[in-house]
């Protein structure tokens, strides 16, 4: 891929940013509404949970959750996230919180970049992992990403592969049969991929980090991947 394309790339995908932040912030729905299946969809779809990134609040994920809730799936988000910044740790114990709270079994976490991080070590959890059958995660930076290296802020840094958190993460293969991680051919805050050893990779020609989040084709390889799961089949 030339110079040209990957500055395109990256150029679409922050004005993607740029739109959603905005469109979240001035336009704000209400999860609740989301919790209940649609009326007439089809019935016996798993319960969702849906993490973000970092610095972006559920309202970043509405596409997906509005085109799962569509397709029938109850979809559950955790305001107490807030942006997304503290630790994947602390994020997960709120995400178990959330699970227990409401009493969630057999959910499929559905997740963008740092919400993979978070899915994975919520199934870490020996009071959250009953509760979760699988994880599919969108452009998650699981072997984390280089460039993390170059920032001060601890939130960032925390991406560094050499961060205890995440080499834990990655050293724990059992988990990953029930992982599917989803990611295009260019991802400018992930150079080193999204693959992950064991689990079901899928590779699209989608570009960006933050656009495929509303890719049909990213969307509709979320539907695969959650169907893979309620069927038994990997």
Not at 23 to 42: M, V
Not at 57 to 74: D, K, S
Not at 116 to 128: C, N, P, Q, R, V
């Amino acid at each position: 891929m030339n110079l040209f394309a990957r500055g395109w790339a990256w150029a679409l995908d922050y004005a993607y940013v740029g739109f959603w932040q905005v469109h979240g912030f001035l336009f704000r729905a209400d999860p609740t509404q989301y919790r209940t299946p649609a009326p007439g969809s089809p019935e016996g779809k798993a319960a969702v949970l849906l993490l973000p990134g970092i610095y972006e609040t559920w309202q970043f994920m509405r596409p997906i959750a509005h085109h799962l809730h569509r397709a029938g799936h109850a979809v559950h988000v955790v305001q107490k996230l807030g942006y997304n910044r503290g630790t994947v740790a602390a994020m997960a114990q709120l995400a178990a919180g959330y699970l227990e709270e409401h009493e969630l079994t057999d959910v499929v976490v559905v997740a963008h970049s740092k919400g993979g991080l978070i899915g994975k070590f919520l199934m870490t959890m020996s009071s959250a992992a009953p509760r979760v059958t699988r994880l599919v995660a969108v452009n998650t930076p699981f072997s984390g990403s280089v460039y993390a290296n170059f920032f001060l802020l601890p939130s960032i840094r925390a991406f560094s592969p050499g961060n205890p958190t995440l080499q834990s993460l990655r050293e724990n293969l059992g988990l990953n049969r029930h992982i599917t991680s989803i990611y295009g051919r260019f991802d400018p805050h992930i150079p080193g991929g999204s693959f992950v050893e064991g689990a079901r990779n899928v590779q699209l020609e989608t570009m960006g980090h933050f656009r495929p989040i509303a890719d049909r084709r990213v969307l509709r390889e979320i539907d695969r991947a959650i169907a893979a799961e309620d069927t038994g089949t990997a």
